[in-house]
């Protein structure tokens, strides 16, 4: 069963749809309006989304730019996606690297985050929250990506147990580490790994990442 459709009056706000961007922001600035998504099909019915325009979004970063982000809808579901960059996740300013570093240098090298926001550059209680975030999902996280290493690789995938945030990141390096494998350089850069597999939902508030429906093999379809 697939999601309840936006017929009969109730409206949903449009969902993200992350898909693999090769360049780098600036690359995708430069594209403008003209931004070329590829091919993309509707998460609930499979049928091929039509254009439908798309709106301008922040992205913090060297001189805080605003940039094109494309949205296509779905006829027979009426229902329109916007089309979210792999260097972004849903309702975050910054880059996702640049979130990713905060949490490795927080989580992974114990830093403090009045440092390790100082060091990126953002203001400490978004670094904050963004920790927050990852500590409420850490648990869901494991459980989602330890089963994506797995059908990549059969192996049992070895994990500290420390505390359930370390052990995320754990998680996610060994997904990365048995995705490089398997399919080589076309791998994403591991953050950007992370908003791909999390439908840009990894900090998500009010809805489930689609972890659920990113098997190791058809995750790589989102790969042009
Ligand atoms: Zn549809």
Redesign the pocket.
């Given at each position: 069963m697939g999601r309840p459709k936006g017929l009969g009056g109730v409206r949903y706000p449009p969902l993200s749809i992350v898909w693999h961007w090769q360049l780098d922001v600036s690359a995708y600035l430069a594209q403008g309006q003209q931004i070329e998504v590829g091919e993309q099909t509707?998460p609930?019915?499979?049928?091929r989304l039509g254009g439908w325009s798309g709106y301008r979004r922040w992205v913090r970063g060297p001189g805080t730019e605003r940039l094109w982000i494309r949205r296509k809808r779905?006829s027979?579901?009426r229902?329109s996606h916007a089309l979210l960059p792999d260097f972004l996740l849903e309702r975050r300013l910054d880059e996702v690297h640049v979130i990713g570093q905060a949490l490795a240098l927080s989580i992974g090298s114990h830093l403090g985050m009045r440092p390790v926001a100082k060091r990126l550059g953002v203001p400490m209680t978004t670094a904050r929250d963004w920790r927050r975030r990852f500590r409420v999902n850490a648990l869901m996280m494991v459980t989602a990506l330890v089963a994506l290493a797995v059908r990549l690789d059969a192996a049992p995938v070895l994990l500290s147990g420390a505390d359930q945030e370390r052990t995320a990141l754990e998680a996610l390096g060994a997904r990365g580490q048995r995705a490089r494998a398997r399919f080589g350089e076309r791998v994403p850069q591991l953050w950007r790994c992370w908003s791909l597999i999390s439908g840009g939902r990894a900090l998500g508030t009010n809805r489930s990442p689609p972890y659920a429906g990113r098997t190791g093999v058809d995750w790589m379809t989102l790969i042009p």
């Open positions: 509707c609930d019915c499979g049928r779905c027979r579901c229902r």
